[in-house]
């Protein structure tokens, strides 16, 4: 919602200021076609060149989360909450072969599969299932296993945020393609010096149209775009966090309530479920 607040308020608020004070809108709109296909095709072929199909693909897909925000929701913590407690307390008090049933075959299990939003998540489930796998060899260093995890959601990060780093990197060279289109459009009026001065005047503005879109698109679009997929992925790599921080408190020998009450701390507080809230979902789990 304040995403589109924010491209009407951008639109307004300059073309709005440019007409009150006295602009005319003649020239900017018919140099607008040509001087949007040299940078926004310049942009595009730039973005090719300098991304992975794997990437343009996931930009692509993830233009919606720039409205949509991030995935998870309230709920999605608290069954992230109350699946871990039950894996947990799964671990400690029936031990480790009644726990291999449900980590390598976690699409069969009935703990995973009360949680369908999670289970959805290959990286999730194979986070959680790996963790406790590792716990089952008998890696039971506490700070072993948070730094084997560490590298894991580093390294996922580092690949999920790729669309933002490219949309980045997109809104950095809008400008200088701006200058490009604007130095071809000076190079077409000098070719045409001996013209009026009025015909002279509409086609050096026509050439600083490039000038000013490429600069609009940059800082009004694409770059606040960047920052806002980046802030997406940001709370999104939370909920992974959350997966490490009850599994290592787990490791240190907490009880499977006191590891996601330390688990409920680490959750953002927009989505934080209160400690009532937990204590009713994790009696749910206690009694099904």
């Not at 995403?3 to 003649?26: E, R």
């Amino acid at each position: 919602m304040f995403q589109i607040i924010g491209i009407v308020c951008v639109f307004a608020m300059v073309f709005g200021g440019f007409m009150l004070a006295g602009g005319h809108f003649d020239v900017i709109l018919k140099a607008l076609p040509f001087e949007l296909m040299m940078i926004g095709g310049a942009a595009m072929g730039a973005f090719f060149i300098g991304n992975s199909g794997k990437t343009v693909g996931k930009t692509a897909g993830d233009l919606s989360k720039l409205f949509a925000g991030p995935k998870w929701k309230p709920q999605d913590y608290r069954d992230l909450l109350a699946l871990l407690f039950a894996l947990t307390k799964t671990m400690k008090t029936k031990g480790v072969i009644a726990l291999e049933a449900h980590i390598e075959k976690p699409h069969e299990s009935a703990l995973f599969s009360k949680y369908p939003r999670i289970i959805k998540d290959h990286f999730a489930v194979d986070f959680i299932c790996d963790t406790l796998r590792m716990m089952t060899m008998n890696l039971e260093d506490p700070h072993q296993v948070e730094d084997a995890m560490e590298k894991q959601l580093e390294k996922h990060h580092h690949e999920a945020s790729g669309p933002a780093h490219a949309l980045q990197n997109m809104a950095d060279a809008l400008p200088a393609l701006g200058i490009v289109a604007a130095v071809l459009g000076i190079i077409k009026t000098m070719g045409a010096i001996t013209q009026p001065p009025e015909y002279l005047g509409a086609m050096i503005g026509s050439a600083l149209v490039g000038t000013f879109l490429g600069v609009f698109l940059a800082y009004g679009f694409v770059g606040p775009f960047a920052t806002r997929m980046k802030e997406v992925y940001d709370e999104e790599a939370i909920f992974y966090k959350i997966i490490q921080s009850v599994l290592v408190a787990h490791l240190h020998g907490n009880a499977a309530q006191i590891s996601v009450e330390i688990g409920r701390g680490n959750v953002p507080s927009a989505m934080q479920p209160t400690f009532l809230e937990l204590e009713e979902a994790l009696a749910n789990v206690g009694s099904e």
